[in-house]
Nanobody, 126 residues
Framework: QVQLVESGGRLVQAGGSLRLSCAAS????????MGWFRQAPGKEREFVAGIAWSGTVTRYADSVKGRFTISRDNAENTVYLQMNALKPEDTAVYYC???????????????????WGQGTQVTVSS
């Protein structure tokens, strides 16, 4: 069982930066691929960024590529999402998720994730 708790979401002006954190419980954090998803009002949940359990493989949605960076600290059981050059369209609830993975791959499809956090609200004002 893995429990995930996100933090760091808040109101920020367009062009600003935020760093989201996701703290995970459990001793096997390093064996999970991790991902960040987001859901805006009236829209479906979408993949934002993912990182393999090794930390050596990452993948991003086209909409955030070059602005967001995902990273993880397996010693601290934490995954991060550094968000720069924020835009109003980045406004959403951001969720952290964990997926069991036997190899160092990024999991993009939400249906393959086993555990989800409660989400943290990010609001970008124009």
């Amino acid at each position: 069982q893995v429990q995930l708790v996100e933090s760091g979401g808040r109101l920020v002006q367009a062009g600003g930066s935020l760093r989201l954190s996701c703290a995970a419980s459990g001793r096997t954090f390093s064996s999970y691929a991790m991902g960040w998803f987001r859901q805006a009002p009236g829209k479906e949940r979408e993949f934002v960024a993912g990182i393999a359990w090794s930390g050596t493989v990452t993948r991003y949605a086209d909409s955030v590529k070059g602005r967001f960076t995902i990273s993880r600290d397996n010693a601290e059981n934490t995954v991060y999402l550094q968000m720069n050059a924020l835009k109003p369209e980045d406004t959403a609830v951001y969720y952290c998720a964990a997926a069991r993975a036997r190899s160092p791959v990024v999991v993009v499809d939400a249906k393959f994730y086993d555990y989800w956090g409660q989400g943290t609200q990010v609001t970008v004002s124009s």
